[in-house]
């Protein structure tokens, strides 16, 4: 019985950087436009995140394109993240931000999905929108 419970703890830890990254391909991918700009702030935040480099982070990144294209459920992405301790829902929050803003332009299926994400990760509407306004500061910069 421990045993299980010891390796789905170690598999979620071994999904996290790809729920992670597919999230966040998720989310660029809602203007039904995945610009080289988004591209590199998701493996930039990938590397950051996870301590990946090189090969790794290459290698998470493509796995993750695939996993985005055959889901279509949030939850999925979502699931290990809720348990993270809030600075980290919140860091993930700020890089959904900081794609969707990159365009400068954010449409009405990138706020709701951003609502949902929110849901999800129990943080409240009020500290997503100070996270857009900061995001959007350090855009303009």
Request: aromatic share 6%; glycine share 2%.
């Amino acid at each position: 019985m421990f045993k299980n419970i010891f390796k789905k703890k170690e598999k979620e830890k071994d999904e996290k950087p790809l729920l992670v990254t597919a999230l966040l391909i998720h989310a660029a991918k809602m203007d039904e436009n995945l610009t080289i700009e988004e591209e590199n702030i998701i493996k930039k935040a990938t590397s950051n995140l996870f301590k990946l480099e090189g090969k790794e982070a290459d290698s998470v990144y493509n796995l993750a394109v695939i996993k985005e294209k055959n889901s279509n459920q949030i939850l999925e992405y979502t699931k290990i993240i809720k348990n993270e301790e809030m600075s980290f829902r919140i860091k993930i929050l700020e890089l959904l931000w900081e794609i969707i803003c990159s365009d400068k332009k954010v449409d009405s299926y990138e706020s709701n999905l951003i609502s949902r994400i929110c849901g999800l990760l129990y943080i409240s509407s009020k500290d997503a929108g100070e996270i857009k306004k900061k995001v959007k500061l350090n855009l303009i910069k």
